[in-house]
Structure formats: C-alpha cells, structure tokens
C-alpha cells in the first residue's frame, strides 16, 4: 500500500516556527531518500529538503538555516522543523520520496498540508 499523509500546517506570523510531520507507507520509506517539497499557486513544486537513508541533508538556498529534516526510520516517519518563516515560505507542503514514488507510471502524492506566513 502507497502511504503519504502529512500534518502539522497552519497560519503563522514571519518570524515564527511549525513543525511537520509526515507518516509514510514502508514501501517508500524503507532504504530511500525522503524529501520536504512545497509549492506556491503559479509555481512549479520544488524540493526543500533532502534526507538521504543514513541521514546525510541537503536544503535549497531558500530555506537553509531555517529549516532541518529529520526521520524516524521505525515509525516510517519524516519531519521538517521550520523556524524563522517567511511570508515567502506560504505554499502546500508535502512529503514523498526523491525521487518521488510512482503509482500507475504516475507521480503519487499525499493530500499536502498549507502552510501560511502572514501576519
């Protein structure tokens, strides 16, 4: 079964911090890279954040120093710790696989979770 459901969205004011969470099927989460991506109405989705199997990270310019991935590999579990966000961080927020998983040849993503910077 294919997995992906993520919480923890919300309003915030700049300058504050949420944290999210993802819980994911064990068939995308076991042996691979789980990655924080996010997109913004008339952008294309974007890898925030990377967290390689063994734990190495990797973030976008953006977000780096403010944001940390981490995982919980026996919950099959990935979290982004957002501190010092943005206006510009507003966008839906989901979790998947990089690269993402497949599902029917097609991409499969969970149902997201909003995330809004405004004061």
């Known amino acids: 079964q294919v997995q992906l459901v993520e919480s923890g969205g919300g309003l915030v004011q700049p300058g504050g911090s949420l944290r999210l969470s993802c819980a994911a099927s064990g068939r995308i989460f076991t042996f691979s890279a789980m990655g924080w991506y996010r997109q913004s109405p008339g952008k294309q989705r974007e890898l925030v954040a990377r967290i390689s199997s063994v734990g190495t990270t990797n973030y976008a310019d953006s977000v780096k120093g403010r944001f940390t991935i981490s995982r919980n590999n026996a919950k099959t579990t990935v979290y982004l710790q957002m501190n010092s966000l943005k206006p510009e961080d507003t966008a839906v927020y989901y979790c998947?696989?990089?690269?993402?998983?497949?599902?029917?040849?097609?991409?499969?993503w969970g149902q997201g979770t909003q995330v809004t910077v405004s004061s």
């Open positions: 998947n696989s990089d690269p993402p998983v497949k599902l029917d040849r097609r991409d499969y």
